[in-house]
């Protein structure tokens, strides 16, 4: 007897998630081998800010197993971003059957430009977000206090910012896709500008530290992407109709 269709669709939803799953876990298996290397190039935006404040800044660990669990993290947000073109080509596939043929000519594209989106944002908030913010905080109260930093606090707030950046960054790619499938329009997101710059400053601040210069300088770059996913969405409408007119013909 033949399974009923949402069961299949379950079963292959489920190998698919498996096979993203396993990718992400092979993945931080080789960037948990450079696990040193990884921890001191996150390690320089901190002794930087420290170097130009001219202070000695120690990371400290607070239990026995933060070593461990901190290499564990780093590696597994290496090993993500190694991951993440297997793991959004899962996802095209479980998506891709329902699609007709010229959709499906998307998959390319659109995996390149996640994974390179993704990247380009980490690499913003590593180089330009970071030198920021890391000499902000860390000289706000000048000598008064000697800096004794949690290597897992301080690893995890820099992976979160750089995470944060990378899934931001995806808007022009999302757009792009959305509008060639017909489900975003550049009209929609022009008109909505006013709700997007409210919803851009609300996660500016939820990415960076409680203060103003550093949500500044997140806010104004994802403003620059809003708009140009606005305009990537308006050549991705005119691709469709495009192809919509030929084949009608």
């Known amino acids: 007897m033949k399974e009923a269709p949402l069961v299949e669709h379950l079963e292959e939803l489920r190998a698919r998630i498996l096979r993203a799953v396993l990718a992400w876990a092979v993945m931080t298996g080789v960037a948990f081998a450079f696990r040193v290397q990884l921890l001191d190039w996150l390690r320089r935006p901190l002794d930087a800010a420290a170097a130009r404040h001219g202070i000695q800044v120690n990371l400290i660990v607070l239990d026995i197993v933060e070593p461990f669990f901190v290499s564990l993290k780093v590696a597994a947000f290496g090993g993500l971003v190694l991951a993440l073109p297997f793991i959004v080509y899962q996802v095209w596939a479980f998506i891709a059957p329902g699609l007709y043929e010229h959709e499906k000519r998307l998959a390319v594209p659109f995996l390149l430009g996640a994974g390179f ?23 706000f109260l000048g000598d008064v206090v000697t800096p004794q930093i949690s290597i897992g606090r301080y690893m995890g707030q820099m992976l979160m910012m750089m995470a944060a950046l990378g899934l931001v960054f995806e808007m022009p790619v999302v757009s792009y896709l959305l509008a060639r499938l017909g489900l975003l329009t550049a009209d929609f997101l022009r008109r909505n500008w006013r709700v997007a710059i409210v919803l851009l400053l609300f996660v500016s601040a939820l990415i960076t530290p409680a203060d103003v210069f550093s949500m500044v300088v997140v806010a104004l770059p994802l403003f620059v992407l809003y708009w140009v ?10 691709q469709r109709a495009r192809l919509e007119g030929q084949e009608a013909a």
């Open 117 to 139: 989106s993704f990247a380009l944002g980490a690499l913003f908030a590593y180089l330009v977000l970071l030198p920021f913010v890391v000499p902000f905080l860390l000289g």
């Open 229 to 238: 996913s606005v305009m990537v969405a308006g050549v991705a409408e005119r």
